[in-house]
């Protein structure tokens, strides 16, 4: 992004607390557009259960969702190339870019100066042997390739994650570390200009939102949007560790559990994963918080335009 130009608005914070609709609140005052940063809504079909914003509130342009059908390999490498390209894209046009998040990597993919190894992008022959011996042998003998070839980066990763397992050993491939590049996470310099706007919720409000929103959910029709997705093929995409909601659906519809057994999972995992983006964004010191408690979207509003507006490198529009 060139100087002169407004810095990104980013806005962070966990799950259920409120980011797409100051996103859209945001843009609207400052001629802005949204840039998702959402590891999941970048999936075709899977609208329901990564809580996408419905067509008909899009009232400003939306970027970063629908980008690949599910299963698709997609990585923060790739995200950055493309996030930066859309930033760039909305200052050209003279607008506002409002990064909204909640996938803590993806966010700082995008803001900083992240160089990621050639084996991090898609579509390499790396990737492709260890994904066919996942299929083959499971999850144990990979991550026992990735500890006979690096045993310091196999520490760092737990044998069930196979996405990192497979991630490390494509670094590995590639002449770099997985463990050395978790180390230097920390000291990555910014690129990108930006104010980092956090909403803050206590957890135990966040929890009852979690649980009204995955109740909505349900009444939505997640059950049915799971079923389609599986009989077009995408069990891989649906199933996979990160598919919250999806994959415990799936599995109750493959009758290895109930559905109300599945939704309880499901309100289960979702407060663990609003736990580690809390974790992930109050650990970053450029965050200004907000208070989200009331979950009124005005008085958010107020509070993140104070925020911007006393920014010095704000220029008002």
């Known amino acids: 992004m060139q100087d002169g130009r407004n810095p990104v608005l980013a806005v962070v914070g966990p799950t259920a607390s409120g980011k797409s609709a100051l ?19 970048v999936y075709k079909g899977m609208d329901i259960g990564t809580a996408k914003v419905p067509f008909a509130k899009r009232v400003v342009p939306h970027h970063g969702i629908d980008l690949v059908d599910p299963g698709e390999p997609y990585s923060a490498a790739l995200y950055q190339s493309y996030a930066r390209n859309v930033f760039e894209d909305i200052s050209d046009r003279g607008g506002t ?35 066919a011996m996942l299929r083959e042998k499971g999850p144990s003998a990979v991550w026992e390739v990735l500890r006979d070839a690096d045993p310091e980066s196999a520490s760092k990763v737990h044998p ?37 706007l956090g909403i803050g919720v206590d957890r135990e409000v966040l929890n009852a939102r979690i649980d009204r929103r995955v109740d909505a959910m349900r009444e939505e029709g997640l059950v049915d949007e799971v079923e389609g997705l599986l009989a077009r093929g995408f069990r891989e995409g649906v199933t996979a560790k990160h598919a919250i909601g999806y994959k415990e659906v799936a599995a109750a519809l493959e009758g290895k559990t109930s ?33 989200g408690n009331s979950g009124n979207v005005d008085d958010m509003l107020e509070q993140a335009c104070e925020i911007v507006e006393a920014d010095g490198r704000w220029r008002q529009q």
């Open 23 to 41: 996103a859209i609140e945001l843009a609207k005052a400052y001629c802005g557009e949204v840039v998702g940063a959402d590891s999941m809504q």
């Open 97 to 131: 870019a409002v990064l909204c998040g909640g996938t803590g990597f993806y966010v700082r993919a995008a803001i900083d100066d992240y160089d990621f190894a050639e084996g991090e992008q898609a579509g390499n022959s790396v990737r492709d042997l260890y994904q």
């Open 160 to 196: 069930n994650d196979s996405k990192r397992v497979i991630r490390a050993l494509e670094m590995h491939e590639a002449g770099e570390s997985y463990a050395r590049r978790l180390e230097a996470l920390g000291s990555v310099r910014q690129r990108i200009p930006a104010i980092f």
């Open 259 to 291: 559905m109300d057994e599945a939704f309880v999972a499901i309100k289960t995992a979702t407060r663990r994963y609003a736990k580690r983006q809390r974790t992930w964004f109050g650990g970053d010191p450029r965050v200004k918080w907000m208070d």
